[in-house]
């Protein structure tokens, strides 16, 4: 069946197809050991793996390519190192990068002259590529200029960084452009328990189109209906306190409480609200409040902040165990 007949035929019968551009390391290409374990381990996907070029001029061509080719409604791109450099280039798209290497030309300026083997077969079947001047200058052109360009959907992107990675650190620089991250036990290359234990895990959770970063805990002015706080030990369920509505003040109190009380809830019991006791230094007037209900309680009318309902800024979990942070970027 070719790549064609594969897509229509899964973008027809099964709503979580996805295409997967997966986008390699400098001196690797499409055939490298992790291209490969994506396409076993989703058969049931257009797993893309090109070869990138050597010339960043020829790269960003072939994105421009992809990104013709592939719809980001049902494609996500992931890269490694350079690969995820590049990655991080197609706005619009679900990207997972895995410690991005933002400044390659620093690489090969330590190779300055070299020729340097490559790590797998490509298709054209070069063994090799030389590092001129002229292909470090190209590189340092670009990579001036990978954040000049506004990124309007900067929460789609998950950068994975190997608390081992010795050969290029660009967490904070990252954490600078996107929102989200996550640290995983490993280096700069990805092994088995990575791909098996992470990466797979995070493209999962990217399949659904509906798949959304609601479940972040956020602070009170950015809560949004459904987000959970906690009254007490935040990992205690049964202090988990679930948010409705959020406002401030008695008006906002108020008008709740005009459309809540004296109804019941989905479990028959009456709701009873009452206006919470402020903690000193807060009036009536300042005091932010969130309608929710505890674990197995009738809703109730809270103080949100550490007097009340705290809400934890920026984490969240996927898959039971893939920590994921929230960097302090504003660039909405």
């Not at 709503?15 to 997967?20: E, G, L, Q």
């Amino acid at each position: 069946m070719s790549s064609e007949e594969r897509k229509t035929r899964y973008s027809q019968n099964t709503k979580s197809f996805m295409n997967i551009i997966y986008l390699h390391g400098l001196s690797s290409s499409g055939q490298s050991n992790t291209a490969k374990r994506l396409r076993e381990l989703l058969p049931d996907d257009n797993v893309v793996t090109p070869d990138i070029p050597v010339s960043p001029i020829k790269a960003l061509q072939l994105l421009l390519s992809l990104a013709g080719e592939y719809r980001p409604v049902d494609t996500i791109v992931i890269g490694t190192s350079m690969g995820a450099m590049y990655a991080s280039q197609m706005k619009g798209y679900r990207r997972i990068l895995v410690n991005p290497a933002f400044h390659v030309s620093d690489l090969l300026k330590e190779n300055k002259g070299k020729r340097l083997q490559f790590f797998s077969e490509r298709e054209d079947g070069c063994d090799y590529f030389d590092v001129s001047e002229s292909l470090i200058h190209e590189f340092e052109e670009m990579e001036t200029n990978l954040f000049n360009v506004n990124d309007a959907t900067p929460k789609s992107v998950i950068g994975l960084f190997g608390d081992k990675d010795e050969l290029c650190n660009c967490l904070d620089e990252y954490r600078n452009n996107y929102f989200y991250w996550s640290i995983f036990e490993g280096g700069h290359r990805l092994t088995e328990n990575v791909i098996m234990d992470t990466l797979l895990p995070l493209i999962n959770w990217f399949r659904n189109p509906d798949y959304t970063f609601e479940r972040i805990c956020l602070p009170f002015e950015e809560v949004r209906p459904g987000d959970t706080g906690y009254i007490g030990e935040m990992d205690n369920n049964e202090n988990a306190f679930k948010i409705y509505k959020k406002g401030i003040g008695r008006k906002r109190y108020e008008e709740v409480a005009r459309e809540y009380q004296g109804t019941k809830h989905y479990d028959g019991r009456e709701i009873n609200l009452h206006f919470p006791t402020l903690p000193e230094g807060v009036t009536e007037e300042s005091a932010e409040l969130v309608y929710g209900n505890r674990y197995c309680q009738t809703p109730s009318i809270e103080i949100y902040g550490e007097n009340g309902v705290q809400v934890p800024y920026g984490d969240f979990i996927i898959n039971g165990k893939i920590m994921v942070h929230r960097s302090g970027v504003n660039n909405d």
